[in-house]
């Protein structure tokens, strides 16, 4: 893993604020381009994108900015509801931001005079990660500092809260079965959920601290990945509550792991922004060694695209792209 064997990303898009965090939207939004959004300093922007991978007609990527919401904090991390739709009058983006002042925002928007913010206020610390009920996204989960991870309705009303032993890093639902959900702890421990009965049925254990990042595989849910430390670790939910794969990756502490949508062999994950700039890693289960460092000074976000193996990190004023082989 030397410096020179990293790249740089296959597509770039210039931003006009730092990006804190970036989302492809995995849902199908009825337009064959892809909804992405970032968050920065001051700004949520929303934006569809069109690679060539996809589109021969496309000179690499196609990126259209569909609307900028003044969000006045620091976006610390965002999540795209399964209602957002382009094809359908009026079209619908919807999304949920955390902040810096500890509360959620529930944006709303018909991409012409209507356009909600609802705060949802609860949490009493920093807001590490957010999700929507993925089948009708009239639910939203998030997990915290403050040792909770919390259940809110769209009105705004929290109607669960799970108690935790740690802080709370990564919160991920089921694709189909609406009442389980997977918590991640930053004490090493991942626990699914029964939310009729707010009780856990499984956790698993990685054996080490501090876990920064979690991901349940939606293309195979019996398996779960996270960063611990300096590794990653991949665990089989049917055979072991301990890892069945674990592999030092980052020099600095690694910060993000994120499954592709495209395949369940294939994943990524970042290292804290540090000395050392190979900030990407995309990894294949067959495969010893990372199959991709993508080499960036400063990363901040990391998604999949929907379909194609194609990832993107924020970084300052720019998205960088990058296409990896399948």
């Known amino acids: 893993?030397?410096?020179?064997?990293?790249?740089?990303?296959?597509?770039?898009?210039?931003?006009?604020?730092?990006?804190?965090?970036?989302?492809?939207?995995?849902?199908?939004?009825?337009?064959?381009?892809?909804?992405?959004?970032?968050?920065?300093n001051q700004y949520v922007v929303v934006a569809t994108c069109r690679f060539q991978e996809e589109d021969t007609e496309v000179e690499g990527v196609e990126f259209t900015t569909l609307r900028v919401f003044h969000h006045g904090l620091r976006v610390d991390a965002l999540a795209w509801s399964p209602e957002s739709r382009l094809d359908q009058l009026p079209q619908v983006i919807r999304l949920c931001t955390a902040a810096a002042d500890r509360n959620l925002r529930l944006l709303t928007s018909d991409l012409q005079d209507t356009n909600e913010v609802k705060v949802l206020d609860g949490h009493t610390d920093y807001i590490n990660h957010l999700v929507f009920e993925p089948t009708e996204g009239k639910q939203i989960a998030s997990v915290s500092d403050?040792?909770?991870?919390?259940?809110?309705?769209?009105e705004g009303k929290e109607t669960a809260c799970l108690q935790l032993r740690s802080p709370g890093m990564s919160v991920c639902w089921h694709p189909q079965e609406i009442f389980k959900l997977m918590v991640a702890e930053k004490n090493g421990i991942v626990r699914f959920y029964d939310l009729v009965t707010q009780q856990a049925i499984l956790s698993?254990?990685?054996?080490?601290?501090?876990?920064?990042?979690?991901?349940?595989?939606?293309?195979n849910t019996i398996k779960v990945g996270a960063v611990t430390g300096n590794d990653w670790v991949i665990w089989d939910i049917t055979r072991s509550s301990y890892p069945q794969e674990k592999r030092p990756v980052h020099v600095d502490r690694a910060r993000l792991f994120r499954w592709s949508r495209a395949s369940e062999n294939l994943f990524s994950t970042t290292g804290c922004p540090g000395k050392i700039s190979s900030q990407l890693l995309v990894h294949h289960l067959g495969h010893p060694q990372p199959v991709l460092i993508g080499s960036s000074c400063v990363g901040a976000g990391l998604s999949w695209h929907r379909s194609l193996p194609l990832c993107v990190v924020g970084g300052d004023r720019k998205l960088s792209f990058w296409v990896t082989e399948m």
């Open 1 to 40: 893993m030397k410096p020179e064997d990293s790249r740089g990303p296959s597509y770039t898009v210039p931003c006009e604020d730092y990006v804190h965090v970036v989302e492809f939207s995995p849902f199908d939004s009825g337009s064959p381009a892809s909804l992405l959004a970032y968050g920065g």
């Open 146 to 154: 403050d040792h909770t991870c919390r259940l809110w309705d769209l």
């Open 204 to 219: 698993l254990d990685s054996g080490q601290t501090p876990l920064m990042s979690a991901d349940w595989c939606l293309t």
